[in-house]
């Protein structure tokens, strides 16, 4: 097969930019106009047209004082013409220039006019369009060689499978040399047992990519992750998915060391929304978790980002504050509306991930499960079951102070390091803030966190500048009604009403 598209296939001219591929010598024995004969002929033309135009100028019968000499030139698909420079021959002279035919013009910074002429149809007759004489020949040559190649298909696709796998295992053990992978220990056993583990995508983004452990052996297979949002608990449940895939692709893994057990199936419930209107995203997320729940085996690895939504009181607390904050009576409602609902559906989102909690400790052997969550309500209400398969971890963060309650909206350092223990705080307030959520959105919401906090009613929010500008209409109103219209004082009454700033407006309204 490479003999050949070797002997057809022409690569030294493909390197230089030619337009024709097939090789020379090809085609010697077809008729008298072989590919050979023509590529010679097309790419001596403009040295032979030059000594045709040459001729042709010297023998017209009229002649101009021409700045530049016309020419003959060769266009694709048109054929041969003559080209005139800068003035087009008038009807008179083109009676005196016997079968001289116009063909049409090109503007430019130099005008051409263009002419069919005796010696231009003679080397139409002659010549033709070479140019496509040639693609043709050509063309006809390469779906023959595609036609013999056809029969070749299997092994092409074989041949084809070989080199992207070898693609892929070379770009595998660049990166591995790169970045200091090492040679993940693949066993039998259910475990997984990794130090210093790293995102694989996600050191290469940051300055500083902070590794951690994953230890899950045969006890504490059920890990529930809580901690702050932007502490990292998403990357790092990825994170171990991601080594675990790279493992059995065969790659070396970013960590220090990893032992790691064959595992079935990976499923992930991570809060990702197809574009696809049939289903909410709640039950997108009920979906994959009722498929890990029917499906999971104790070789498996089952990832839940956020199963449940929300971290519950500051959410509610955020939401509650942008539904009152807003000026408008109408968003107010609908933003109390969905405040209520969305206090409803965090109830059962606890419901639903205890159920799930449960359902994997009831296995003799349960999966390798990374859970990571804001509903710390479940520890409160001792919605879990006491069992030695559940651990529990934190993203741990540093506070200014010790003391710092979850209404509090200082600043905090996230260290991105996952340790032992519980969150019972999310920091919901400090996250907003990064996000840029308004101050006074923020505000309201600590305010509403700290009556609930102490068992308060929740006071009624009053935007101080609303309050004022109602006030103004009212008086504003009052006056109007007590206003003599007859015997009053039309411009104390306006100075009255109106701010200073108005009064130049007004008093241009009174007199236009």
């Not at 016309?70 to 220039?97: A, R």
């Not at 263009?114 to 779906?143: Q, S, V, W």
């Not at 923020?442 to 929740?458: F, H």
């Not at 009604?481 to 701010?499: K, T, Y």
Request: overall charge negative.
């Amino acid at each position: 097969m490479r003999v050949l598209i070797m002997g057809v296939i022409d690569v030294k001219r493909c390197k230089k930019g030619y337009e024709t591929l097939v090789k020379e010598g090809l085609c010697d024995e077809v008729e008298s106009n072989s590919l050979d004969e023509l590529r010679t002929v097309y790419e001596g033309l403009p040295d032979f047209l030059e000594q045709v135009s040459a001729y042709e100028s010297a023998s017209l019968p009229v002649q101009y004082g021409w700045k530049k000499d016309p020419c003959i030139i060769y266009v694709h698909q048109i054929g041969y013409l003559m080209c005139i420079f800068d003035e087009k021959l008038s009807d008179e002279t083109l009676g005196k220039l016997e079968g001289f035919e116009f063909a049409f013009s090109e503007d430019g910074d130099i005008k051409k006019f263009f002419y069919h002429t005796p010696k231009t149809k003679e080397l139409d007759n002659l010549l033709g369009d070479i140019f496509h004489k040639i693609l043709d020949m050509e063309r006809a040559i390469i779906r023959d060689l595609i036609s013999r190649l056809l029969n070749f298909v299997p092994q092409l696709i074989k041949a084809v499978g070989f080199a992207a796998e070898l693609d892929c295992i070379l770009s595998l053990a660049m990166i591995a040399r790169q970045n200091n992978y090492v040679r993940p220990i693949l066993t039998q056993d259910t475990i997984l047992d990794i130090r210093n583990g790293r995102h694989v995508l996600q050191e290469m983004t940051v300055d500083t990519f902070v590794p951690n452990d994953t230890r899950i052996l045969n006890e504490g297979r059920i890990n529930i992750i809580t901690g702050p949002n932007y502490s990292g608990k998403s990357i790092y449940v990825k994170q171990v998915a991601l080594l675990v895939f790279l493992s059995h692709i065969g790659s070396f893994v970013p960590a220090d060391s990893a032992t790691i057990g064959i595992t079935d199936r990976i499923f992930c419930a991570m809060g990702n929304k197809p574009m696809t209107p049939e289903q909410s995203t709640f039950m997108i997320d009920l979906h994959q978790v009722g498929m890990m729940l029917r499906q999971a085996t104790s070789h498996s690895l089952c990832l839940m980002d956020e199963f449940g939504k929300g971290t519950l009181t500051e959410g509610l607390a955020l939401l509650g504050a942008a539904a009152f904050v807003t000026p408008f009576n109408l968003s107010r409602q609908t933003g109390l509306y969905s405040f209520f609902l969305l206090a409803k559906s965090f109830l059962d989102g606890i419901g639903l991930l205890a159920a799930a909690i449960h359902h994997f400790v009831d296995y003799e052997n349960p999966p390798k499960v990374l859970l990571c969550t804001h509903l710390t309500e479940m520890f409160d209400k001792s919605c879990l079951p006491k069992s030695e398969n559940i651990k529990f971890y934190t993203m741990s963060v540093l506070r200014p102070d010790s003391n710092c309650s979850c209404t509090s909206t200082e600043d905090i350092i996230f260290l991105y390091r996952l340790i032992p223990g519980q969150a019972p705080l999310s920091y919901g307030l400090h996250c907003a803030s990064l996000a840029g959520i308004p101050d006074e959105v923020v505000q309201r919401a600590a305010d509403i966190l700290e009556m609930v906090k102490y068992k308060r009613p929740i006071d009624r929010f009053v935007n101080q500048r609303l309050s004022a500008t109602d006030q103004q209409y009212k008086d504003a109103v009052a006056k109007m009604l007590a206003f003599d219209a007859h015997r009053g004082d039309l411009n104390a009454f306006f100075d009255d009403i109106f701010p200073l700033e108005c009064s130049i407006s007004v008093d241009a309204c009174k007199y236009s």
